[in-house]
């Protein structure tokens, strides 16, 4: 089986279609039955389509570790085998793409939520996105992608000022498609998540998949049909998950810290989400700049009935708990993570890097702090234990400090084929 509408695939397709129809324009082409440059017409109004919306919207399949290397080729195969309208946008297009990377690179590394992800999660500085990172930044860590191979005979020139954007703070919130990304980056730690709900804001763009007298042949049904495979991109608490990554605190490239509910219950399952990446049921999420705010609620009918957090004990030069947190150092940067139900150490493939809590109702807050603002950890997991975190099962209600977020249910029908 071939994947025609994920937001790589479908722009590979389209390109494609045009460059052949460019090659045979007389030729009829039998799937079809039309000729090259009808072929080579309809597939200039999808490309034209993609690079507008991604433009305009941002990417579906935003940060992926492993996608956007891809996404990146395909857009460069635009720019240089399209016509001058085309490949001006796909230049554009090629241009957001490393923007937005170097927002969301920390230390080196992209630590970023994402819109589709695999078990690489747990190592942000091994992920394939790595190998633009470092085009950017020679200095950054390096990881072996063959698509970047588009670059060696590519017109496209890369942006010049993206190195020092890497390396300046963040304090932003943003858009990517449907999502709204919200980025706090120092020089001594990085806490960044999607808005789950998206803060009330509408939908970016509309899904039509289903609706009567949608055009089937458009970019914007394939864009549609991918999100209803490939999981929303407009991030609600109660919905089904796939791939999405929904958040990371990070210290370092290789200490960070995040909460997931597995797709699958052991690390040999085969799932997609499975049990680092993605979510089975999406969090309710809130972050307000340097602290993060989380509710997981798992209905009786989805099998896997706990959630568990990313801890990786070998990664921080000190840790501490009590009251409920969990409190590390390392670098120049601290984390605490709070949690209503008792945390439990659990082993599956990793040692010493998971806690358990096993409940289907579980709430969380995540600190982050500077080490020149405390005289060590034990002040930084005193100034976290002021927020007083309280979590009301049944208003579901969660308060810490002045702060909090209230879980609300919702349904996405644009979720399911």
């Not at 937001?7 to 799937?31: C, K, Q, W």
């Amino acid at each position: 089986g071939m994947c025609f509408w994920s937001e790589n695939h479908s722009l590979m397709f389209f390109v494609s279609a045009y460059i052949a129809g460019n090659v045979y324009p007389d030729e009829i082409f039998v799937r079809s039955g039309k000729t090259g440059r009808e072929m080579e017409a309809s597939a200039r109004l999808r490309i034209r389509d993609w690079m507008e919306a991604a433009v305009r919207e941002g990417f579906d399949e935003f940060h992926s570790g492993g996608y956007t290397p891809i996404t990146f080729a395909a857009i460069l195969n635009v720019v240089d085998f399209g016509d001058e309208e085309l490949s001006v946008l796909a230049k554009k297009a090629a241009d957001k793409l490393l923007h937005d990377l170097a927002v969301q690179t920390f230390k080196g590394v992209a630590v970023a939520p994402m819109g589709r992800i695999y078990r690489e999660a747990l190592y942000p500085y091994s992920q394939d996105i790595q190998s633009l990172v470092n085009l950017l930044n020679p200095q950054a860590p390096d990881q072996f992608s063959e698509w970047v191979i588009f670059l060696a005979t590519s017109r496209y020139e890369l942006p010049k000022d993206l190195k020092k954007i890497m390396e300046e703070p963040v304090s932003a919130v943003y858009g990517e498609s449907n999502a709204r990304i919200c980025v706090e980056k120092t020089g001594d730690y990085m806490l960044t998540s999607v808005q789950s709900p998206r803060d009330g804001a509408p939908r970016v763009w509309e899904n039509i998949y289903g609706k009567d007298g949608a055009d089937m042949g458009s970019f914007a049904f394939v864009k549609s049909l991918n999100e209803c495979f490939h999981g929303t991109t407009q991030f609600e608490p109660g919905v089904f998950g796939y791939q999405q990554h929904m958040w990371y605190a990070a210290l370092d490239p290789a200490a960070v810290v995040f909460v997931n509910h597995p797709g699958g219950s052991c690390e040999a399952c085969s799932t997609r989400p499975g049990y680092w990446f993605g979510n089975g049921i999406m969090p309710a999420l809130k972050q307000v700049k340097n602290v993060l705010y989380g509710i997981y609620r798992i209905p009786e009918t989805h099998p896997i009935p706990f959630t568990h957090v990313y801890w990786p004990e070998s990664r921080f030069e000190e840790r501490l708990t009590g009251g409920g947190w969990l409190a590390g150092k390392a670098g120049s940067g601290y984390v605490g993570l709070w949690c209503s139900e008792e945390l439990k150490s659990y082993n599956d493939v990793i040692f010493d890097c998971e806690y358990r809590a096993d409940s289907r109702d579980t709430a969380y807050v995540c600190v982050m702090g500077m080490q020149k603002e405390f005289a060590g950890l034990k002040e930084f997991l005193e100034d976290c234990k002021k927020l007083k975190p309280v979590y009301d099962r049944e208003e579901g209600s969660l308060k810490a400090g002045n702060d909090g977020i209230v879980y609300k249910e919702y349904e996405n029908l644009t979720q399911y084929v």
